[in-house]
């Protein structure tokens, strides 16, 4: 396996630290691989293209109380 074109350097990254499940973890290293990308430039193409409503949620969060209990189960 081939390493992962880089990303280009900015000169103004930080790192982002985040636990997830282990299913996740490989889907997301399989989507990076797959684009021949390293893992930091596929999360940053994820982060640019959520979009966020006027009070800064992403607009895919659920506004529901109970639809938002649903979703953490759903990804716990």
Same mark, same amino acid.
């Given at each position: 396996?081939?390493?992962? =074109?880089? =990303?280009?350097? $900015?000169? !103004?990254? /930080?790192?982002? *630290?985040?636990?997830?499940?282990? %299913? ?5 290293? &399989?989507?990076?691989?797959?684009? #021949? /990308?390293?893992?930091? $430039? *596929? /999360?940053?193409?994820?982060?640019? &293209? #959520?979009?966020? %409503?006027?009070?800064? &949620?992403? $607009?895919?969060?659920? &506004? %529901?109380?109970?639809? !938002?209990? %649903?979703?953490?189960? !759903? $990804?716990?």
């Amino acid at each position: 396996m081939s390493q992962p =074109r880089p =990303r280009p350097r $900015t000169g !103004q990254s /930080v790192a982002v *630290y985040a636990r997830v499940h282990p %299913d996740l973890h490989a889907k997301a290293h &399989r989507a990076a691989a797959a684009l #021949d /990308v390293s893992l930091a $430039t *596929y /999360v940053e193409a994820l982060l640019a &293209r #959520d979009e966020l %409503d006027e009070s800064g &949620r992403p $607009t895919w969060w659920p &506004r %529901d109380e109970h639809a !938002q209990e %649903d979703l953490l189960r !759903q $990804t716990a």
